[in-house]
């Protein structure tokens, strides 16, 4: 009367097995992404302005200053650096099929940014507000994809979608927009970000540009990156370290 008994055990081990046997989902580019902006706030965020110390560099020039950024869920955006003659004033519109940057250097003299690297913008100081805003309209594919269930990081690539463009004029918008993301591995969060910006005069030559991003805060339920650096050519050219942030939503 006893072997009925032994039966649950038998089927609880065949399940087990089974499961075992089952591959491991993994996850999605749009699941980690989400994953990501829900770590920097679980609220959306309608802007987002950071002001603290600067230290600039380019060739054998060497300044400390002052920044100030704003950036907008709309894409809208105003960096400036004031570090003697490194100072430099970058703006970026809203995002659309025809964004339009500027920026100026110590002289204050307004130029036109090339239309081909305006795609990135400023939006690299503060990448989570924009993938929090832009989520559902971004095109995004994992470099390095690894099951869900772990923990390990990952690389996500994001480019903008210009609904006017056909064929090969639609790669091209990809190639200018595309960012790719390293997320930290336990908090998601943005541990890096790369792109390329190009001469004014030729868009097909890539410069290699990324951001670290560390010390992250929580503020007005937002978590910021607090220490900010940015590398041109695999050179550091900008080191912010913020000392003070608003949150709007």
């Known amino acids: 009367m006893r072997i009925p008994l032994a039966l649950p055990s038998i089927l ?8 075992q046997s089952l591959p491991t989902p993994v996850a999605t580019a749009q699941d980690v992404l989400l ?3 829900t770590a920097f706030s679980a609220l959306p965020v309608a ?26 869920s709309t894409g809208e955006s105003t960096l400036k650096v004031n570090a003697g003659s490194l100072s430099r004033t970058e703006t970026a519109g809203a995002l659309s099929e025809s964004p339009v940057c500027t920026w100026a250097g110590a002289d204050g003299v307004e130029h036109q940014t090339a239309y081909h690297n305006c795609w990135s913008s400023l939006d690299w100081m503060v990448p989570s507000l924009i993938l929090q805003a832009r989520l559902a309209a971004l095109n995004a594919r994992l470099l390095a994809p690894v099951a869900a269930s772990q923990s390990a990081a ?15 004029n639609q790669e091209l918008f990809r190639k200018l927009s595309a960012v790719s993301v390293s997320l930290d591995q336990t908090t998601f969060l943005p541990a890096s970000l790369s792109f390329s910006v190009h001469p ?12 670290r991003y560390s010390d992250y805060r929580l503020l007005s339920g937002a978590t910021l990156a607090f220490h900010i650096e940015k590398f041109l050519n695999n050179s550091e050219v900008l080191d912010l370290k913020v ?6 939503r």
Not at 47 to 71: K, N, Q, R
Not at 154 to 168: K, N, Y
């Open 35 to 37: 994953r990501s902006v």
């Open 12 to 19: 609880l081990l065949s399940l087990a097995a089974f499961s």
């Open 200 to 211: 004014d005069a030729d868009a097909a030559t890539d410069i290699p540009v990324m951001v």
């Open 154 to 168: 990952q690389t996500v690539e994001v480019s903008r979608t210009v609904p006017s463009a056909q064929g090969t």
């Open 47 to 72: 802007s987002v302005h950071l002001t603290g110390s600067a230290h600039a560099t380019a060739g054998i020039a060497d300044e400390t200053g002052t920044f100030d950024f704003t950036l907008k």
């Open 243 to 248: 000392e003070a942030a608003e949150v709007q």
